[in-house]
């Protein structure tokens, strides 16, 4: 696949996906569009091509990606909807439904997809919807691309507010874990980088067993206890936090403010 590919909005996700497709050894040209300079300075250095012009890089382009703020895709959108007339475009952008990008772009074929910066590492869950006009030959090149960047899969977009507060926001939560089992390495004695290595790799570990083996997390968890281990003492522990619930309740409201945005900026 060698498609010539335009990604509108280089911020974190954005630049997470040129970096992403760039490691994966994509080998199709990638341009960079942004309308901060100084921020395509970092994707020249890697051999990207970068413009401040949206219309002319989208026109050059086979597939569009655009990832900017929620409150920014209108104006974009319009701004190249010529350019992007029966092309493919990868909407990343949160909160906007792939009906108000109908609305805005009619003449383009839409996808809306939802990684998470695990793409940096080629690690990421990405959910995608795609309008009734999308084809089959699309989908494959939307899955080639976004399998480089970790796993994926087609979704009704009704699950996609609640995909965003699990996996979008998941690597914020996961970081608190994290940060907390490296703070408790410390507590215990252990030097700052093994516990911090120690607590990332095990997070990593306990996700890959869950992918690898199909196992429910339960079971990941039996296979670590003994009766009268030192696991089933840390469990009991943590159960005694209520970290369940509070973090179904973080969740919940993350999904609750997916919709509060949507309803805020009249994307509907």
Known sequence: ??????????????????????KGGYEGKITAVDIDPERL?????????TSTDSK?????????????????????????????????????????????????????????????????????YTAYCCESNVTQQDKDKVRTLLNIMGICDEMDEKYIDAITAVSGSG?????????????AGLKVGLPRDIALTCAA????????????????????????????GTTIEAIYQIEQ???????????EEATKKNQAIREKLNLN
């Open 171 to 183: 690597p914020g939560y996961l970081s608190i874990i994290i940060e907390a089992m490296t703070y």
């Open 41 to 49: 300075k970092e994707f020249e250095n890697l051999g990207v091509k």
């Open 1 to 22: 696949m060698n498609e010539k590919i335009t990604i509108i909005g280089t911020g974190m996700m954005g630049g997470a996906v040129i970096k992403s497709l760039l």
């Open 241 to 251: 936090s209520q970290i369940r619930p509070a973090m179904i309740r973080a969740i």
């Open 201 to 228: 790799q095990t997070v990593m570990g306990a996700g890959k067993l869950v992918i690898d083996l199909h196992a429910d997390p339960s079971k990941i968890k039996d296979m670590t206890t003994t009766p009268g």
């Open 56 to 124: 002319k890089a989208a026109g050059d382009a086979d597939i569009v990606f655009i990832i900017v703020k929620p409150g920014d895709v209108e104006k974009v959108l319009k701004e190249i909807s010529k350019e992007i007339k029966d092309k493919l475009l990868i909407s990343v952008a949160a909160t906007v439904p792939l009906k108000f990008l109908k609305k805005t772009a009619p003449d383009a074929r839409i996808v809306r997809i939802m990684p998470n910066l695990g793409a940096l590492v080629q690690a990421a």
